[in-house]
């Protein structure tokens, strides 16, 4: 279970001065489905998942992962989730295999527990064809297929993945997309960030389009789609945001992209 309450994160600026990049975000996220965190690039979805990964100390507000505070208890927050960001980096001299016993070692895995679950995973991420490559070696695809394998490498009840599909081609994408529909369906609870409609679209339960790093709308894609009119998700979506610069356009501020 995800639990999110009121988390606010301000960052300071010397010319600026405090920047509010996350305001008051609060959604929960039960295991066996995936929640969708939908925004433009710099809406905010990646300091509030940072915040949700204890990578970010939150300004206020907190949240709780599997019922541990983010801010009491980070260390076992960290036990708890896989953590996958659109910028991380794996290693090009270690083969495929060296770098998930490698990341075992660090989870506090024994040599037995890693090499089974190496096994296991080989299977459901399909990984045999490339799995003792160096990683220098691997196409972006499988560079990415193999950061979800260490990400679930241990076996964490809580998932969380910023903009995954990033880079990747169309079968890429897809078969990123089946992989998180696989650990859904074995019950672990997700939060998946995009700024990509169809994604949303085809694997989330219910959705938070984010801008201003406040969440202005929240609910199942069906429910938006009724509040809206109809329409497609691309529709709500920029319907949603279009009214926060109509807003600030009528309060005199100036239009930010």
């Known amino acids: 279970m995800i639990e999110v309450l009121d988390l606010c994160k301000t960052f300071h600026d010397r010319k600026k001065g405090d920047i509010a990049a996350v305001s008051n975000v609060s959604f929960t996220c039960s295991p066996g489905r995936v929640f969708g965190l939908l925004g433009r690039n710099g809406a905010g979805k990646t300091t509030t998942l940072r915040m949700l990964a ?5 300004t206020s507000g907190t949240a709780r992962i599997d019922g541990i505070d983010v801010n009491e208890n980070p260390g076992e927050v960290r ?3 896989g953590y996958l960001s ?5 290693y090009d001299r270690l083969t495929g295999r060296e770098l998930l016993t490698y990341f075992g070692e660090l989870a506090g895995m024994s040599p037995a527990s890693i090499a089974g679950r190496i096994a296991e995973l ?7 064809d490339f799995l003792d490559k160096r990683v220098g070696r691997m196409s972006t695809g499988m560079k990415q297929r193999l950061s979800l394998c260490r990400v679930v490498l241990h076996d964490p ?4 993945f910023d903009e995954p599909t990033s880079g990747l081609d169309v079968m890429g994408a897809r078969e990123v997309l089946r ?3 696989d650990l859904k369906s074995k019950g672990r609870t997700i939060i998946f960030s995009t700024h990509i409609m169809t994604e949303a679209e085809r694997i989330c339960d219910e959705i938070a389009i984010i801008e201003r790093g406040s969440i202005l709308a929240k609910g199942s894609v ?18 949603t945001v279009d009214k926060v610069f109509r807003e600030e ?3 005199g501020e100036p239009v930010r992209p």
């Open 157 to 160: 009840p809580v998932l969380i």
């Open 54 to 58: 204890t990578i970010l100390y939150p």
């Open 222 to 239: 069906d429910s938006l789609r009724q509040s809206n009119g109809g329409g497609s998700l691309e529709d709500v979506f920029v319907s």
């Open 179 to 181: 992989i998180v529909l």
């Open 79 to 81: 036990k708890r989730i």
């Open 249 to 251: 356009a009528a309060r």
């Open 122 to 128: 080989q299977v459901s991420f399909q990984l045999a």
């Open 86 to 90: 659109g910028d991380t980096k794996l």
